[in-house]
């Protein structure tokens, strides 16, 4: 199984600042994923960052706020831009592997404070 | 679109207790299903996969099985610990296509008290 890494494990920032979290993997993998969770809610898909190309954003998620790095196929980064309060969550990457890339591991998660 | 509801929401166990944990999914058409675990404030810890042509998965205490044309899943954990307290999401894979997501329920809180 994947061994993710995450920095910061948690901070807490003024609003308008903004926070670069990174995620190391301990293996090459195609794809990594970045997931928001708000407090007491259920994961939600940021974007899908592909090694070499710009990542692939979901609705409501837009790359001037949560802009991607993919530099090689073991890390990436996600900052979130001009933070507000409503961006005080648990973040999380994530990444595939398996036979058949069937099986999602997800690093421990930075938590973010927006005062 | 994909709703994976989990129940119940919350739930407290005494020790050495048997329970089942219950998710369901509104399109059957799936291509995986996972069951994770998250301690407070922590990421997520992969318990189980089942695969959309099995019925079911076993990792020691734990046993999950898949009935995938009624859309419902169940994680069964034996002989509760206070160790097992924890939030466990299940979460279902459409296809398996490089663009397939998961879309996760909601969760269940297990405590387990002594």
């Known amino acids: 199984s994947a061994v993710i890494s995450q920095k910061p494990s948690r901070d807490i920032c003024q609003r308008g600042t903004s926070l670069t979290i990174q995620c190391q993997v301990d293996?090459?993998?195609?794809?990594m994923f970045w997931y928001r969770q708000q407090p007491g809610q259920s994961l939600t898909l940021i974007a899908t960052?592909?090694?070499?190309?710009?990542?692939?954003?979901e609705s409501g998620f837009v790359i001037d706020k949560f802009p991607i790095s993919r530099p090689n196929l073991t890390f990436s980064t996600l900052t979130v831009s001009n933070m507000s309060p409503e961006d005080s969550s648990i973040y999380l990457c994530?990444?595939?592997?398996?036979?058949?890339?069937?099986?999602?591991?997800f690093g421990p998660g930075t938590r973010l404070l927006v005062l | 679109k994909q709703e994976v509801t989990q129940i119940p929401a919350a739930l407290s166990v005494p020790e050495g207790e048997n329970l089942v944990l219950n998710c369901s999914f509104t399109?059957?058409?799936?291509?995986?299903l996972q069951w994770f675990r998250q301690d407070p404030g922590k990421g997520l810890t992969s318990l189980l996969l089942?695969?959309?042509?099995?019925r079911e998965q076993t990792s020691g205490r734990l046993n999950a099985s898949l009935d995938k044309s009624s859309g419902r899943s169940t994680l069964y954990i034996a002989a509760s610990q206070p160790g097992d307290s924890a939030t466990y999401l299940c979460?279902?894979?459409?296809?398996?296509?490089?663009?397939?997501?998961?879309?996760f329920g909601t969760g269940t809180r297990l405590q387990v008290t002594l």
């Open positions: 293996s090459q993998v195609t794809m």
């Open positions: 994530s990444v595939r592997q398996g036979t058949l890339g069937e099986t999602q591991y």
């Open positions: 089942i695969q959309s042509s099995q």
């Open positions: 399109d059957s058409a799936i291509y995986n």
């Open positions: 960052a592909n090694q070499g190309s710009e990542a692939t954003y």
């Open positions: 979460a279902v894979r459409k296809n398996t296509g490089t663009a397939s997501k998961l879309t």
